[in-house]
Nanobody
Framework: QVQLIESGGGLVQAGGSLRLTCTAS????????MGWFRQAPGKEREFVAA????????DYAESVKCRFTISRDNVKNTVSLQMNILKPDDTAVYYC????????????????WGQGTQVTVSS
């Protein structure tokens, strides 16, 4: 069974940084698009960032562009999200996901999900 395990969440002050890592197992990682979503209390799960399996093309939500960077390591089977200049609005549970489809911003396009890691940004 495919497993996606997130790590790196925590509590940080506004303006600080965190790095999330997702480790994948039981899938041929290099052939999967990888992404990050987040869900704040009382809100829908929303797209944050994604990276393609082909040429590492990336896409970001407007709210995180220029602050967050997604990257992947096909040797270690990991995908990371470097989050800088964090804001209280970034507080959410962050989920790693894997997909073979190209409609990245649609959460219905993602085949596998991790359990999530909490990120809390204090003001």
């Amino acid at each position: 069974q495919v497993q996606l395990i997130e790590s790196g969440g925590g509590l940080v002050q506004a303006g600080g940084s965190l790095r999330l890592t997702c480790t994948a197992s039981r899938l041929t990682f290099r052939y999967w698009n990888m992404g990050w979503f987040r869900q704040a209390p009382g809100k829908e799960r929303e797209f944050v960032a994604a990276i393609s399996w082909t040429d590492s093309t990336t896409d970001y939500a407007e709210s995180v562009k220029c602050r967050f960077t997604i990257s992947r390591d096909n040797v270690k089977n990991t995908v990371s999200l470097q989050m800088n200049i964090l804001k209280p609005d970034d507080t959410a549970v962050y989920y790693c996901a894997a997909s073979v489809r190209e409609d990245w911003r649609n959460k219905g396009s993602w085949n596998y999900w991790g359990q999530g890691t909490q990120v809390t940004v204090s003001s």
